[in-house]
């Protein structure tokens, strides 16, 4: 047997771990998501805006790793629900601003206990999952080879 035969083994591989990591955690937000009608994707869209709205998409999509593609419909469906804005900037009519109503605004108060309520579902104090964050940084975050100044 090649020494290497483990190399390859699926529960060694940081692929397998990393995805149902990402699984089990978005699962275990659902719950407390769902009273605030988000799903987890528009969650992480609100906690961008509630740090610094309005936004261009493209430079939103770039904070949030994604497209631009697949942030547009999300985003329709936060304006939908009467969240967020989204209007054609007065200096230039191709970037699409994506802003908070005063509805949208408002749930960040009732967000404010999410965090709290994610601790205490996987038993880890604020400091635990700081550390936890940490050791993930080399692979979370902005897309690599991501354009940073794309703000369509």
Request: with cysteine; hydrophobic share 50%; aromatic share 4%.
């Amino acid at each position: 047997m090649d020494p290497r035969d483990d190399l390859l083994k699926l529960e060694n591989q940081l692929c397998f771990a990393m995805v149902t990591a990402a699984r089990n955690v978005v699962a275990i937000y659902r719950p407390v998501l769902e009273p605030l009608g988000l799903t987890h994707p528009q969650y992480l869209v609100m906690l961008a805006l509630w740090e610094r709205a309005p936004r261009a998409l493209g430079e939103l999509a770039s904070e949030l790793a994604m497209e631009a593609a697949t942030l547009s419909p999300l985003v329709k469906r936060l304006e939908a629900q009467g969240l967020v804005t989204r209007s054609r900037s007065s200096a230039d009519e191709r970037v699409l601003q994506i802003g908070l109503t005063a509805v949208g605004r408002d749930l960040r108060a009732a967000a404010l206990r999410v965090p709290e309520q994610i601790m205490a579902q996987v038993g880890m104090d604020a400091a635990a999952l700081a550390d936890l964050r940490d050791a993930l940084a080399p692979f979370a975050g902005r897309r690599l080879g991501a354009d940073p100044g794309a703000d369509r």
